[in-house]
């Protein structure tokens, strides 16, 4: 069968800075926040919208609320009926809507949908949101228990890598620079207004204490509020879209290829697999390698862009081989020769990704594919990759266990 | 486009009767063993199985587990990698599992997937586990304090047939007792060894305390651990799986139509809005008229048997006219007769239903379709409904906020 295309229409992120814990609104005012802006930068009308696909972690803890799809119906009296739905696969959750979202277009269901990711984290003590997000690994064996289940299972990922190939922990110290350094020209970035250094990056102690093993503060993404709307759409949608905007078929963004993989829950199950292979995360690769397949590329030297899924900075870190910027093992490379910093040869998270830009858990999948979009229709102000025509996107769950990634070109 | 048929290969279901918060087994567990069911009562191979999707409300509030997807890797090492992805719309989330499913295999992504609807409450104390089912509804509006939120709301969905139309409670009891004596003749019923009768189902007090309004205990459907594993193809699969089994593809059954419709979250915003309105829960009807309409049916009377979500007594008093066995408001003329009875004109819910049969939320929508599937092929046992060659199925979730109807036939 002919893959048909699917579109991307744009769409709106809400300021990742914001607490909307602390604004006491409920998650569905952040939803319909995002939904409202994406009516603002897009061209999309309420009647054109035939379904709306949101993803999200866990609202059921993180706010006592379950059922997030049925919310947007209130957004708009012209939404009375629309299917909705809710998708989750942890960190991933907002991409694998994005799937089904294609999978409905493709088989010619809905022709235009609306993607919300969401996620609402503030509500929660650092320890107790640690102990929620241990629900995304296996948590009677990997989280009940562990005071910060994630930054130890990543931890563990950065020592699979010294065992394997050595790592210098300065090299995680300047991915954490770098995310930073991109998020100060992102006006919707977390930590647009944070300090941050390589130096401090490096540091170790009071100003930088050990989260768990060798991750420390810096090499964190954030426990963030925030949400993210956008819009897919068929051919004969984005067609008259193209027409209503003025514009070509051609300059609207679309899903050029797609890989989706999981692997074992458990993180030893994985690392146990992978023994002698050359990826540390060989279903990580999966999803990507099908991803490249799947668009024609020939590997990432066709790509002007990555945004990738640094929940941690070994995640990046192992995101960097994984691609195939580097041989295996040998990612610190490409940090060194300055490829991944904007303005190198393949940007990575021009945006700050996770930790410079913010995790909201369940927003982050659709976050970076609206940045994906902003990069190759040139909309990406001062986070710009000049000339950017395909960008990448890597969305993550749980310790890399649901794996999703995209091409996002023209 | 012309609509590629979905095929249905059959399944399996746990006894839900089991407790397996008692028996100390993990959710994993329980979706592990319906799977391997599965294999046993079809000729599925784990090879063939492309893609998993799980429908489950709310594993995070009562088992703290999120990224139920992933589980389905470790079931057999031929998954390693495999695509998984989790579902949820409150009490309808594996209906939109199969919506999902339904999208993948029509837009040509993959060609046999496996569902499982998967729920295990008895984690959880009766007051404890009300207040986690509140998060399917409007939880600060309609659940945050109140005891137990949906016999609430359902019992006000009595309380507006009674204002619109009369409602003569009995009516109410015979659908307790025809849902109870169906679960007797189904081997895997919740109640199936539990007494029950019209007169005990129309007595009030001891025994049958109030719950909420007009709901009593015998009103309720039940609180149920359960799982259900069956499998959804494209018809070049089917054809294949057809002549592995030595069958025709005329024999296996398919989904014929659907409907997905979602009302305003707020049970009030939802009478409001069909005050002046034939029917109590416009959309509800939507959801079956459209999946009329796809299958090419008259109404209801080219059915031969119904599975709808009968969560309270209410709930299938209002299907019974919203699927148009009576003009609105008559549903008692329906009861009164016998049509809905086993051996009557449109039997409702022969399984047992949610009443009879149990209710382990997230599992409901691909219980019914395992159901319909039974009815189709003639496998139902001893709770088959003569020559029955099309069935519709109903799942909604909150209080009939997300709506799903399935026409399954051959």
Known sequence: MSEQKVYLLG???????????????????MMRE???????????????????????????????????GAFFVDFDPAFRGLPTSRFEGACASSALAVMSAMAHIRAGMYD???????????????????????????????????????????GKLGDVYEERFGLDDTYLAQIAAINYANAKLN?????????????HACSKGQYNSTVSGRIKVTDCSQITDGAVCMYMASAPFAAEYARRCGITLES????????????????????????????????TRKAITDAYSRAGLKDCWDLDAIE??????????????????????QSWRAIEEGVIELGGKLPINPSGGLIGCGHPV?????????????????????????????????NIGGSATTNVCFIVGK
């Open 34 to 68: 995002a939904y409202e802006g994406s009516l603002r930068t897009t061209r999309i009308e309420p009647a054109d919208i035939k379904a709306a696909f949101i993803g999200n972690f866990a609202a059921e803890l993180y706010c006592m609320q379950g059922h997030l």
């Open 362 to 394: 369940g927003a982050t999948g659709v976050r970076q594919l609206l940045d994906a979009y902003k990069q190759v229709t040139g909309t990406a102000g001062e986070y710009q990759v000049k000339n950017a025509r395909r960008v990448a996107t890597l």
């Open 187 to 199: 006006p919707n970035a977390q930590t647009r207004d944070w300090f941050m250094s390589y130096d």
């Open 112 to 154: 235009c949908i609306a993607l919300i990711g969401v996620e609402l984290m503030k509500t929660a003590s650092p320890a107790k949101g640690g102990d929620y997000l241990g629900t995304a690994a296996w948590y009677s064996r990997e989280s009940a228990g562990v005071e910060f289940p994630f930054p130890k299972l990543f």
């Open 308 to 329: 990738t899924h640094d929940c941690f900075t070994t995640s990046e870190y192992m995101a960097i081989d994984h691609f195939g910027l580097t041989a295996p093992g």
């Open 252 to 283: 609207i963004p679309y899903i050029q290829g797609w890989g989706q993989t999981t692997a074992p829950m458990e993180f030893s199950a994985k690392v146990a697999e992978s023994e002698n292979q050359p990826f540390v995360l060989p279903w």
């Open 11 to 29: 769409g709106y992120q809400t300021d990742f800075a914001r607490n909307w814990a602390r604004e006491n609104k409920h998650i569905c005012a």
